[in-house]
């Protein structure tokens, strides 16, 4: 099976988009700084140095510093797939993200995306 073109996209290049559906919604760029600190282990600093190298999707989950344990509770469809059903790791990594930026988008509160509840 060929391997997905996602994977060599920057995860720069992305952003951006991540960032603008949040804050068209009425959120902010720092939560969704927030989720992908708590799914991947990045800090602020190390999130921007991802940024500003371009390390493409793979590179940036497989150096993840700590991918969240509870990342496993994150359930739902995205782009018409149950991200629980994904099996190919980063695939599924990718989709959690996606998945944690629609719940930010669509107004759920900030405990509940990062699954404290």
């Given amino acids: 099976m060929a391997r997905h073109r996602i994977y060599s996209m920057s995860f720069a290049s992305v ?9 068209k919604k009425g959120r902010s760029k720092a939560e ?11 800090d602020q600093h190390e999130l921007q140095e991802q940024i500003d190298k371009k390390t493409d999707f793979e590179t940036f989950f497989a150096e993840a510093p700590r991918l969240n344990p509870s ?6 469809v995205v782009c018409g797939i149950r991200v629980e059903e994904i099996e190919e790791p980063t ?12 719940e930010l ?4 509160p900030m405990d509940k995306i990062l ?3």
Avoid at 71 to 76: A, N, T
């Fill in 15 to 23: 952003y951006p988009h991540y960032v603008a559906k949040a804050e």
């Fill in 32 to 42: 969704v700084d927030q989720i992908i600190s708590w799914l991947t282990g990045y």
């Fill in 71 to 76: 990342r496993s509770l994150i359930k739902g």
């Fill in 91 to 102: 695939m599924r990594e990718i989709r959690y993200l996606d998945k944690l930026v629609d």
């Fill in 105 to 108: 988008a669509r107004g759920r």
């Fill in 115 to 117: 699954r404290k509840n």
